[in-house]
């Protein structure tokens, strides 16, 4: 029977630290789940202030690193060590500091940066191998997926009122004409957000809490964050401190793992 998505879970921290705390708990729990069930553990990655907001992985004995397939939830067309590149943010903030073996972390293949529509296709091929012999679905249904938000009230590189939040096919979808530089994005699509398992943002700090409130009090609005509502059984949670959620009139739910 079709059930609607649920509402998003809404958790706010004192501190960071308690965050990031509380965060990594939830991730363990998420791939103890998903190794259990299928020994293996699919992630996106964002990039922004998410990666470092990982640190409490970092030497955690139960994580099992081997068994996660790492894709990034948007990138930078830019060269891997670039500056921009959110691969090489994820590299010095995390890969560089843990046992994940380089096969299952998954960056654009640069040789095709020229042309952004084989880019993304490339991209959309890598997916389809790790995903759709070992599941059936239609779209790839991720284990957990990590965002964050801009301004704006974008995520991922989908940015309001852009055409890509219409997208209905693809599962990685380019973009030439980011409001934020650089402008030269792919991006995981609407779809493949909603088809996940768990979504969780994750929003730190009172420059957020304006647009907190918007997404999360006035989804009517539809900013790119509000838009994410996985279907049945997926959850969309938020992670944030309680600067970030001081304007949000939004229930905020009890923490429990
Ligand atoms: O270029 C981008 O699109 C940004 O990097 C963006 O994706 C970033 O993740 C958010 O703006 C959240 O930023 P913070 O995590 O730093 O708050």
Not at 125 to 132: D, T
Not at 221 to 235: D, F, I, M, T
Request: hydrophobic share 35%; glycine share 4%; proline share 9%.
């Amino acid at each position: 029977m079709h059930q609607p998505p649920s509402p998003p879970v809404l958790y706010s921290f004192d501190s960071t630290n308690e965050l990031t705390e509380k965060l990594a708990d939830f991730i363990v729990k998420a791939q103890t789940e998903a190794v259990s069930k299928k020994g293996r553990f699919t992630v996106a990655l964002s990039g922004g202030s998410l990666p470092k907001q990982l640190n409490k992985l970092i030497d955690n004995p139960a994580v099992k690193w081997d068994r996660w397939q790492v894709f990034f939830a948007d990138e930078r067309c830019v060269p891997l060590d670039d500056d921009d590149s959110n691969y090489n943010l994820c590299q010095k903030e995390l890969f560089s500091k843990v046992p994940i073996p380089e096969q299952n972390i998954h960056p654009i293949d640069v040789s095709l940066l020229d042309d952004l529509e084989e880019l993304a296709d490339a991209y959309e091929k890598a997916l389809i191998s790790e995903f759709a012999q070992k599941d059936s679905a239609r779209f790839p249904v991720f284990d957990l997926i990590l965002l964050g938000i801009g301004p704006d009230g974008h995520t991922c590189s989908l940015f309001p009122d852009h055409e890509l939040l219409t997208e209905e096919d693809r599962w990685v979808a380019y973009i030439e004409n980011s409001p934020k530089p650089p402008p030269r994005r792919i991006t995981l699509t609407f779809p493949v957000l909603n088809h996940s398992l768990r979504v969780v943002f994750v929003a730190a700090g009172e420059s957020k809490a304006e647009i907190l409130s918007t997404i999360l009090d006035n989804p009517e609005a539809g900013l790119p964050a509000s838009r994410v509502k996985p279907s049945h059984p997926g959850q969309v949670y938020w992670y944030v401190d309680n600067a970030a959620s001081a304007k949000v009139k939004y229930q905020k739910s009890e923490y429990r793992l």
